[in-house]
């Protein structure tokens, strides 16, 4: 990689201080798709109750009126990417925006449960879009020397969507009387709750307005000249343009374009690799965690806790998830991605199996008992911590890295829908097994935790310290 003069030897070229505030104003614009990701995945906990009772449905079909949603993130994650580079990112990200408005005003304004279900696909397909375009967009617009630091922003903005999400939903549960019910600006609270969401994906288009497309697309497009200009404005005045041009143009004509086919061989269809990411993928969702975001407030609900109360413990467990990821991100780079899963599913094991052992005792006057009550909410706290400060993080740091460059977009695609697929599974499936049996359930993802440690010992190789090319 070279600079104005002379090589880097560090492979990274700084940017000057001066220019560093613009380009954090646009990772952090792009970064509002993460927010609207995190918001949209997680509002949702705060209407379930609401809609079953509404609509008067049982657990089977709530499950999918949920779950729903999951279907069109699987379509808008495995189509942006094309649309991004025909259309440009930019663009896309107006789409994602117009979707998620559209997708909050016919959620707070359902005709009957169909509808309802429907504009959750299409809220589902812009949580897609926004999970690939806002990633891609920072890689290519931040400085090579900002480039993991302003990457950030997105898994940043995510866990802080979610957070905020619970704290609008408690707020709008107490301006109803603590009724998820209860009548609201004309309307019922939960329907409040999915209509707020007009507010920040109105910003989110309005904030794509602002900043600039990115260089790698207008060089594709033949549009060099602008590409210089957006390139001046975050690299600084003393880049040589011609030769950063030059460099992205020969990047791009010799990338390997990977396809479905490069991923096969093996004894068992796909290549050892892609299995180990798809197993990744399948473990991250497989313990559970989406419970945490979708269900808690109906979880605790389902043990005796207030509506009102149930809904602040959903908003302190998100904040929890922050100051998880938080510290995932501070250590990722200094102690490694595997000893940080494993510590991560030694920690998920223990607060899952507190859970279970606490949800396994009888109800007395609908409520669990004191002691059992308390570990169960202390433990729903400990496994989202360990979740966040490890596989929240670590699982997206492989599956950038772990795959050889020849095969690593396809190889991506495949674990991301593989990851897409298990959230489906275990959102859709949590209502009907908590009918079942609680205690059981939470049993279930313990065993998943447990059984991580050995996958990722045994399959899974350190990443730290080594370049994209060491990797094959």
């Not at 380009?23 to 993460?34: C, E, K, S, T």
């Not at 991250?284 to 407030?297: D, E, L, M, P």
Request: glycine letters at 10%; aromatic letters at 12%.
């Amino acid at each position: 990689m070279t600079s104005s003069a002379q090589p880097l030897k560090s492979g990274a070229r700084e940017a000057h201080p001066e220019h560093l505030g613009h380009v954090i104003f646009i990772a952090a614009a792009a970064a509002m798709g993460g927010f609207l990701f995190g918001y949209d995945s997680a509002v949702i906990n705060g209407a379930v109750e609401a809609i079953r009772d509404r609509y008067d449905i049982g657990s089977a079909a709530l499950a999918q009126v949920i779950a729903i949603a999951l279907i069109g993130c699987a379509i808008g994650a495995a189509t942006a990417g094309r649309i991004a580079d025909r259309i440009g990112r930019i663009r896309c990200m107006q789409i994602s925006a117009v979707l998620f408005t559209v997708s909050a005003v016919g959620s707070a304004l359902p005709f009957a449960l169909y509808d309802l279900a429907f504009w959750r696909v299409i809220g589902g397909f812009a949580i897609g879009m926004a999970s690939v375009i806002g990633p891609a967009y920072i890689a290519e617009v931040a400085p090579a020397a900002y480039r993991g630091r302003l990457g950030s922003f997105q898994q940043a903005a995510i866990v802080i969507g979610i957070a905020i999400s619970q704290l609008v939903n408690w707020g709008i549960l107490n301006a109803a009387g603590g009724d998820q019910r209860g009548k609201l600006m004309g309307l019922e609270a939960w329907q409040v709750m999915l209509g707020v969401m007009v507010i920040p994906a109105v910003l989110y288009g309005l904030l794509s307005f602002a900043i600039p497309e990115s260089p790698r697309f207008l060089i594709s497009a033949g549009k060099d000249a602008r590409a210089r200009e957006v390139l001046r404005e975050v690299e600084g005045d003393s880049v040589d343009l011609d030769a950063r041009v030059a460099e992205i143009e020969h990047a791009m004509k010799s990338e390997h374009k990977s396809v479905f086919k490069d991923l096969l061989g093996g004894t068992f269809f796909f290549k050892p690799i892609v299995w180990v990411g798809i197993g990744l993928s399948v473990f991250q969702q497989f313990v559970g965690i989406n419970v945490a975001f979708y269900y808690s407030s109906t979880l605790w609900q389902s043990v005796g806790v207030d509506p009102s109360e149930s809904f602040f413990y959903s908003f302190t467990t998100s904040i929890i998830n922050i100051v998880g990821t938080v510290i995932a991100m501070i250590f990722v780079d200094r102690i490694g991605r595997k000893p940080l899963a494993l510590i991560g599913s030694v920690g998920m094991v223990i607060g899952l199996g507190l859970e279970a052992w606490a949800f396994s005792f009888d109800l007395v006057d609908g409520k669990l008992p004191a002691t059992q009550g308390w570990v169960a909410l202390i433990a729903a706290h400990v496994f989202v911590l360990f979740f966040a400060l490890s596989w929240g993080v670590v699982v997206w740091v492989f599956l950038g890295e772990m795959f050889p460059n020849k095969i690593r977009a396809a190889a991506l695609g495949v674990a991301a829908s593989a990851q897409w697929i298990a959230n489906w599974a275990i959102t859709a499936s949590f209502p009907s097994l908590a009918d079942w049996n609680l205690s059981m359930t939470y049993v279930i993802y313990t065993v998943f935790a447990a059984l991580s440690i050995p996958f990722v010992l045994k399959f899974v190789t350190e990443t730290k310290g080594k370049t994209l090319e060491e990797m094959g």
